[in-house]
């Protein structure tokens, strides 16, 4: 059993669904050399192969997630407005999370946008051991 995305024109996955093995050519109707190449044109969109051991395309994907064709990895959506995408298809915040321990931080994107150049906010104190 092997899991499949469905692609979006705008390279938007739309659907994850379960088809055969990716192996199991014996099944595979004549004409397709590959699962991902059959299911394509069932379909009618771009169809890709998707691992829940993120052992191909960067991270299994899912509803919503994005395709990039060009480096043939999904990636999450945009997390935040001001986040941005690094070379290895991870959202950066505009400022690094903290490296004071002493908190928990979570991003605020109204924070940020007050013009603080800061939009991490204090959570709670990390307990003493």
Do not use: C
């Amino acid at each position: 059993m092997a899991h499949y995305a469905i692609i979006s024109e705008d390279n938007i996955v739309e659907k994850v669904i379960v088809g055969t093995d990716e192996n199991d050519l014996d099944s595979l109707p004549e004409g397709f050399s590959s699962w991902e190449e059959y299911l394509s044109d069932y379909y009618g969109k771009t169809v890709k192969r998707t691992s829940y051991n993120a052992n191909i395309r960067k991270m299994y994907a899912g509803e919503g997630m994005n395709y990039d064709p060009t480096a043939d990895v999904f990636y999450p959506e945009q997390p935040f407005p001001s986040w941005t995408l690094d070379e290895n298809f991870d959202w950066q915040p505009p400022t690094p999370y903290p490296t004071d321990n002493t908190y928990t931080y979570f991003w605020s994107e109204e924070l940020y946008n007050a013009n603080t150049n800061n939009g991490w906010l204090e959570v709670y104190e990390t307990p003493s051991e």
